[in-house]
């Protein structure tokens, strides 16, 4: 049931007006040759079951219309069908598709009008299922079959077996699954957070009576901390008031002995202030008066230069004059020659101009007013020159010739006047060289003369700085020991001032702290006097540093200078200093070396500071002991000498400087204030004499600008032999190509005579051949001379060959005369130029002389006024020496009362630094207490008082009623008011106050309990963090968890729902595709075996699929695997095209075979198949076909070469149903479509360009 019979066809594709192809048999092949129309068969098969346009080589369904006429007067038609005649139950069904003019489908069964998706479904009863096209396959698709992925050839599983139908509403239903899902953990999660959060709530209801009950007794402590706080600092304000009055009345004795001593400075400072003056006015004269001699010595030299310079001017001024007079001279004959060459040029062309106007009448020269008669005569000319064709062309030739002798002529008439300008050039150029030579040669001469006399002048200026030279280094030698002895004078006076500031900050801190020891070098000294250098250099930068007890002490003193401004010092805690210890072997190394703490005598409480800055440190008798222990037993030590020698531990070796500073401490009594002010004196004497040499030495010509200007005068004689010698080449260059030219010129003179010759010899031949033509063409012109009144035509063709020479005549004057009179313009300018030269040189060279008369009279000006100065600056001098002596007596007695006001004013500082002091501690203190009563104010700390108010404590800092104390510091004076009862304190807290060294330590010990009591019961308090609305958030927790549990049901019932209808959907779908996979995972291997096996393979190739996902297999692919008989396994890529072939027929069949359409259509299937595999292609179809229309065919007939038994066929799993199968394959290839039962040919008709069939029955013909 469903056979196709025949197919009805009308314009479809090449397929023109109607056609009936058919009957089909139930094994029917289709030939034809290429482009017949074969495939188009195909198609329209394919077009009739439904199947899509895209699939059918078009685009659009207009394209499946025929659209070739055979003739321009035949329509195309656009409408078209495809009737299919299938075989059922109820007779013949018609299946038709037509497309309408719109380009649109139209489906019909039985003529009846359908939808579309009611024509499918009529198909798909007959097990024609258009999605999945099992019932066809298209040429050139088996191989794709066999090779199409995994995947693709698990939708096509799907779509044959129907699961793909579930495919949508699986994949929505598993996204609701996981939905679902999600929802219900989500709702889960937050009930158990719920729950967590309500548990936590009773927690917090405990730890808020545990808080309430810290907050009291935090409480008290604090009141009690800030009532002994407070009681420490009115003892301190009361101590450091008492402090600060003996203090001003110290200030005030020390203030008057300071007014004295700064009187006597005052009048001492006077007296220097006038002999200073005295001094200064001294040395300002001689200064004016030197830098009035020092300023004429530059203009001086000057002016010599410039005379030197200005004589030279004017020689080369003279020499210059001299050429430009020869100059103009020559240029002056060049211009009136010129003149006359243009002259001669313009009467020649008058003359020719007079020749022309006089050779010719009137009428003869208006023939140029005339164009009718010269374009009636060239016609004349045209035809005669024609007819003497034999004359003429030798003419022409001639002509041509001549033409081209007078270009050459002209050629080298212009190349001789050309060589002949560039002979009168070069002689030229040849005449300024040698004259360039002779002027260079006396500028070399001159340039080796100067340079004789710069080198002597060099010579005597070395000879005189040498002398200069050696008095400078004696006396800069001497200076440099004076400032040297000075320098050490002073060192030794400053570090006395500076020890003196160091012992009066010493004594200051001493007396606010009572915890500062000292200095390092105050608290040890070596056990003997040979070890003070040793100990010194390892004290090093540690000596004057100051030991005190503890890190705060030392803070507190680094503040106090900061804020005194009394200098800088390095402190010493004992509590926090880390000191290494001290191996015990080093004091057995060797018996001339110790350790440096042991040659140090000092107290055991400063041990800890000590052993800090000497550490491992050792003092060795000799250099050769340090060495011992340093190098050759390698210890990690450092090693001092008695004589200061250090080798470090990196090995580096230092001495001798210690040993200069010690020499230097211990010579302090030896220095005098006389001693130093000799030195000084000698110092401004050297200085003096230092001065003069300078001055002499700048006097000198510097050697460095004599060095300069011999090596300026060097180069310009090197530039000179060189422009010398290069003149001399250009001189040689010249005359060869003089004589070059000269011989060009010669040359050229022979080349024009032999051309004018040879012009002369083809002028005659010309004139022969033109009488000649002329008496031959004479007659034609007899009638044109007559009418023009000629007496023959030689008078016109004498005229016009007379005005050309006459214009080549004509254009060469002009262009000679327009030549010269540029040539000419430029000489002129040339000759206007040298006069101007000329005059200008001669204007300077005046100028020039008048300059150097004026320049020697300013010479002799200035070497008059020099000799006066030299004797005022000698009388200046003197009088300045005898001043100098009285300011030096006054400065010495105003250093010595300066001495004694800054040793008062000094003790006066100190004082008043020690009342600022306690003034600005006063300040702190006072500050403190303000901070400790506001804080207690701003956090509730009650305090009991015994006078004044907490509330008279301003908050805001900005509205506090503040006074400057001394000390620079705003004080509230409303703390004052403020008197604390501290009869609330325990006794033994009263008693504790940082008097002395065991006060301060129970002071802080005191401070340490109460805060570390207060931080641990902050600390237990901020870490509770005690709910206050604990009771309220319960009950809203315990309705949310409510809520929550409620919605957790819900979530949780409708994925139970969403879970079992995925789960029935999942089912569906797997069994369907289960189904057909079991069943063509069998049919397969089977169908392969059929189409491969034979004599010599009995047991055929072997074909499988294999499931990428064997829980859901349509999620994934199916691999399909095909091995050919006796070849191993390989990839279906791998294979050849025929191997391909027969796996994917065995794959087709295995599908057909599941759901069987009445038919298969195949088209070209067999292209890629060897004979063999053709021949059994053809006989498994045959018997398939035969078989299902005779069920009674005998199990063991040979069809052909190979016989395939009923057996086979039942073993491969086909329903054998006598009336439902048959196969249409299109091929090309003999030995299948031989065992066809019924042909199908497919022919081209030429004459209507279209496709048409011719049917065949083969069933009559099979053996």
């Known amino acids: 049931m469903g056979q196709l019979l025949r197919l009805e066809v009308e314009n479809f594709k090449s397929y023109k007006g109607f056609q009936t192809i058919g009957p089909f048999s139930s094994f029917t092949a289709v030939i034809g040759p290429n482009g017949s129309g074969k495939s188009n068969l195909m198609d329209a098969i394919s077009f009739v079951l439904g199947v899509r346009s895209t699939h059918l080589r078009s685009t659009n369904l207009k394209d499946l219309v025929y659209n070739s006429p055979s003739n321009e007067n035949t329509k195309l038609s656009n409408r078209a069908f495809v009737a299919a005649v299938l075989k059922t139950k109820d007779g013949e069904t018609t299946f038709k598709r037509s497309i309408t003019t719109s380009g649109t489908s139209e489906y019909r069964i039985n003529s009846k009008a359908v939808t579309q998706q009611e024509y499918n479904t009529e198909l798909e009863k007959l097990n024609i299922i258009t999605k999945a096209k099992n019932f066809l396959v298209f040429q050139g698709d088996v191989e794709a079959i066999a090779s199409q992925s995994p995947k693709d050839l698990t939708n096509l599983i799907e779509t044959m077996s129907g699961s793909i139908e579930y495919r949508n509403e699986y994949e929505q239903l598993k996204k609701e699954e996981q939905l679902a899902a ?645 000489e002129e300018e040339q000759l206007s130029y040298i006069s101007s030269e000329l005059d200008r040189t001669k204007n300077a060279l005046t100028e020039l002389e008048a300059d150097i008369i004026a320049t020697q009279q300013e010479i002799d000006l200035i070497e008059t006024e020099a000799g006066s100065l030299i004797q005022k600056i000698s009388i200046s001098r003197n009088d300045y020496q005898e001043k100098l002596v009285i300011y030096r007596n006054e400065s010495a007695e105003l250093e010595k009362t300066r001495s004694v006001y800054v040793e008062k004013l000094s003790s006066l500082d100190l004082i008043s630094k020690m009342k600022s002091a306690k003034e600005s501690e006063l300040g702190k203190s006072l500050d403190l207490k303000l901070a400790i009563l506001r804080k207690c104010r701003l956090e509730g700390i009650d305090i009991p008082l015994k006078g004044g108010s907490l509330s008279q404590i301003q908050i805001s800092l900005a509205n506090v009623s503040a006074s400057e104390t001394s000390g620079g510091q705003l004080v509230d004076t409303s703390s004052i008011d403020i008197n604390p009862d501290y009869s609330v304190l325990p006794q033994s807290t009263r008693k504790v106050f940082n008097t002395d060294a065991e006060g301060i330590s129970n002071t802080e010990e005191l401070e340490k309990m109460y805060s570390s009591q207060i931080s641990l019961l902050q600390n237990e308090i901020n870490s509770m963090s005690p709910s206050t609305h604990a009771r309220e958030k319960l009950e809203v927790l315990q309705n949310k968890l409510n809520d929550s549990d409620a919605e957790f049901s819900t979530f949780r019932n409708t994925a139970k729902k969403v879970a079992s209808r995925f789960a029935l959907v999942r089912s569906r779908r797997l069994e369907l595709f289960n189904g057909m996979y079991q069943h063509i995972s069998l049919a397969v291997d089977k169908f392969y075996k059929i189409l491969t096996k034979s004599s010599l393979f009995p047991i055929g190739g072997t074909a499988y699929l294999n499931l990428e996902n064997t829980y859901e297999p349509y999620l994934e692919g199916v691999k399909y695997h095909a091995m050919p008989p006796l070849k191993r396994f390989r990839d279906m890529d791998l294979l050849s095209g025929g191997e391909k072939t027969v796996a994917a027929l065995a794959l087709l069949f295995a599908l057909q075979s599941y759901v069987p359409s009445p038919f298969f259509v195949l088209d070209e299937v067999d292209a890629a198949l060897d004979l063999s595999n053709v021949v059994q292609l053809a006989n498994y179809l045959r018997v398939r076909s035969t078989q299902l229309m005779a069920n009674g065919l005998s199990s063991n007939e040979e069809v052909g070469s190979t016989s395939l038994s009923e057996e086979s066929m039942a073993n491969s799993g086909e329903t054998t149903v006598s009336d439902t199968f048959q196969f249409i394959i299109i091929s090309l290839k003999q030995p299948l479509y031989e065992r066809a039962s019924s042909l199908v040919g497919i022919y081209r008709d030429q004459g209507t360009n279209s496709s048409s069939t011719l049917t065949l029955d083969l069933s009559k013909h099979l053996v």
Not at 311 to 338: A, E, G, H, P
Request: aromatic content about 6%.
């Open 182 to 826: 999600e929802q219900s953990s989500i709702s889960f999660n937050k009930k158990r957070a719920i729950a967590a959060e309500l548990k936590s709530v009773f927690q917090q209801k405990k730890e808020l009576d545990a808080y309430e009950d810290k907050k009291a007794k935090l409480s008290k402590l604090s009141t009690e901390h800030m009532l002994w706080k407070l009681l420490q600092l009115d003892r301190k304000i009361d101590k450091d008031n008492a402090e600060i009055s003996i203090h001003n009345s110290q200030i005030e004795e020390r203030l008057s002995e300071t007014k004295n001593a700064e009187k006597q400075v005052n009048t001492s400072r006077k007296s220097q202030a006038i002999a200073f003056k005295e001094l200064s006015k001294a040395d300002k004269n001689i200064k004016l008066l030197e830098k009035d001699l020092e300023e004429n010595q530059p203009t001086l030299v000057g002016l010599k230069e410039k005379l030197e310079t200005s004589t030279k001017k004017t020689l080369s001024f003279q020499q210059s004059i001299k050429k430009l007079q020869d100059d103009y001279t020559r240029q002056k004959t060049v211009v009136d020659n010129m003149k006359s060459e243009y002259q001669t040029h313009k009467n020649a062309k008058r003359r020719t101009q007079d020749s022309w106007e006089t050779s010719f009448t009137s009428k003869t020269l208006s023939l140029d007013q005339n164009p009718e008669a010269l374009a009636e005569y060239y016609k004349i000319k045209a035809i005669t020159d024609t007819q003497n064709y034999d004359r003429t062309q030798p003419l022409k030739e001639i002509g041509q010739k001549i033409s081209q002798l007078e270009t050459k002529i002209q050629r080298n008439e212009k190349q001789k006047e050309e060589l002949l300008k560039q002979i009168h050039e070069k002689l030229e150029q040849e005449r300024k060289n040698k004259e360039q030579v002779e002027t260079e040669s006396k500028y070399l001469s001159e340039c080796l003369d100067e340079k004789e006399k710069i080198e002597e002048k060099i010579k005597s200026s070395n000879s005189t700085l040498n002398k200069i030279s050696a008095k400078e280094f004696d006396i800069n030698d001497r200076l440099k020991i004076t400032l040297k002895e000075i320098s050490t004078a002073k060192f030794i006076e400053n570090e006395s001032k500076k020890e003196k500031r160091s012992i009066e900050m010493l004594s200051a801190l001493k007396r606010l702290f009572q915890t500062v020891y000292g200095r390092v070098s105050d608290l040890c000294k070596p056990t003997q006097r040979r070890y003070e250098l040793a100990a010194m250099v390892t004290l090093g930068k540690f000596a004057d540093a100051i030991v005190v007890d503890t890190n705060q002490t030392a803070i507190n003193c680094i503040r106090y200078l900061r804020e005194q401004r009394a200098g800088k010092a390095t402190f010493l805690p004992l509590d926090s200093l880390f000191v290494n210890p001290v191996n015990e072997s080093l004091r057995r190394a060797h018996p001339n070396a110790r350790l440096v703490t042991d040659v140090l005598e000092f107290n055991t409480i400063y041990d800890k500071a000590i052993s800090f800055v000497c550490g491992s440190n050792m003092v060795c008798d000799s250099v050769d002991v340090a060495k011992e222990l340093c190098y050759q037993r390698k210890l990690p030590i450092k090693a001092i000498t008695l004589d200061g020698t250090v080798i470090h531990r990196t090995g580096n070796i230092t001495g001798g400087s210690f040993a200069n500073v010690g020499g230097t401490s211990s010579s302090l009594s030896k220095w005098e204030k006389s001693g130093l002010e000799a030195l000084i004196k000698t110092r401004d004497d050297l200085s003096t004499s230092l001065m003069e040499l300078v001055k002499e030495k700048n006097s000198l010509i510097p050697v460095e600008s004599l060095q300069v200007q011999l090596s300026d005068c060097e180069t310009r004689c090197l530039t000179a032999k060189e422009t010398l010698s290069r003149t001399q080449r250009w001189l040689e260059t010249y005359s060869l190509e003089l004589k070059n030219l000269e011989s060009q010129y010669s040359s050229v003179c022979l080349d024009l005579g032999s051309f004018n010759q040879e012009l002369s010899t083809l002028e005659k031949n010309r004139d022969t051949l033109s009488a000649e033509i002329r008496t031959s063409s004479q007659p034609a012109f007899i009638e044109f001379c007559t009418k023009y009144n000629y007496s023959s035509i030689d008078e016109l063709e004498s005229f016009i060959e007379s005005k050309k020479k006459y214009s080549s005549k004509i254009l060469s004057h002009d262009n000679v005369i327009s030549k010269i009179e540029n040539q000419l313009l430029f």
